[in-house]
């Protein structure tokens, strides 16, 4: 296919208030020219999370336009697809028991070094109710933090780890249902990382909260006591329902978000239904 595909003007229809766009004018099944490419950035890295409705992608094309927009983020404790090792397939057949993948509070991998820019999710069979993911805007979550609570969370780092979930003592180990996805449950799980409690942007600029409430397990400084109570609140506040945007899909949708300043939610409601989705990440630096 050649890369010199002509300018696509894309269309940007943002949400009321900006947080989330749709994006429609570009066909995903081709290789995009380099004007296109920034365009969709541009609109992605404004509205943090853009979808594209109407995308029939094959693998390859997913894997294409994603590493237009970055190089491979690290998909650690989950075993991707055979032959694609930067796709997890997110599978969840009608007569799973297990819970949800993803029914968390999040941000991607915050528990990495450098934990990833970018999750893009391709939606393939969409169960007829429920399965829809809650997105919340973390830029909102900071900016409405009173200005005494800005400053005394300035200075503070939080601990990241991927124990509660992935560790061989965590939640997805322990379970006890049948899940269709493999989790590889680790000790390495229980490696921390110190992020700010409040990051700026590399690309905008702008602050945001960056705390979740399955990666970050204490604060820095702080008595075990101290730091549940901070992240108790912190994780309220940045998840409250004036920062979250619910995000309805349909097959054939991807959708992109940015986990610098957004957090996410996979919501349930299916059970008796197929959902299928396919997922990969960006590489991102490390939260300053
Ligand atoms: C995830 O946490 O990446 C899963 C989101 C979803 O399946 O809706």
């Known amino acids: ?22 994006i429609s004018g570009v ?10 490419v920034a365009d969709i950035r541009a609109a992605w890295l404004a509205h943090q999370v853009v979808w594209f409705p109407d995308q029939p992608l094959s693998l390859d094309d997913l894997e294409r336009f994603t590493l237009s927009m970055g190089d491979w983020g690290r998909t650690d404790f989950i075993k991707p697809l055979d032959g694609h090792p930067n796709v997890l397939e997110l599978r969840r057949e009608p007569d799973e028991r297990s819970s949800n993948f993803g029914a968390g509070w999040h941000s991607d991998y915050s528990f990495q070094q450098e934990p990833p820019s970018g ?17 919340a805007d973390q830029y ?17 780092n939080a601990v990241h780890s991927a124990a509660l979930p992935y560790s061989k003592e965590g939640f997805y180990a322990n379970e006890g249902k049948a ?27 702008r602050k945001c909260l960056y705390v979740n409430r399955v990666y970050t397990i204490g604060i820095e400084g ?18 409250q329902d004036k920062c979250v945007y619910r995000h309805k899909w349909q097959p054939d949708m991807l959708t992109m ?3 610098r300043c957004v957090q996410h939610f996979a919501d349930g409601g299916y059970d008796g239904h197929r959902r299928l989705m396919y997922r990969t990440t960006t590489a991102g630096d490390r939260p300053r």
């Open 27 to 36: 066909d995903l099944t081709h290789p995009l020219d380099a004007a296109t």
């Open 119 to 135: 999750t893009l999710l391709l939606s393939k069979i969409t169960p007829p109710v429920g399965g829809d993911t809650l997105f």
């Open 222 to 239: 702080m008595t075990r006591d101290e730091g549940e109570a901070l992240i108790g609140f912190l994780t309220k506040h940045s998840t």
């Open 179 to 205: 899940r269709s996805m493999t989790i590889v449950p680790s000790d390495e799980a229980k490696k921390t990382e110190l992020h700010p409690v409040v990051r700026t942007h590399p690309e905008t600029g």
């Open 257 to 259: 978000w940015d986990n």
């Open 1 to 22: 296919m050649s890369q010199a595909a002509a300018k696509t003007s894309i269309h940007v229809t943002p949400n009321a208030g900006g947080f989330g766009a749709a």
């Open 140 to 156: 909102a979550a900071y900016d409405d933090l009173s200005e005494a609570m800005k400053r005394m969370l300035a200075p503070l």
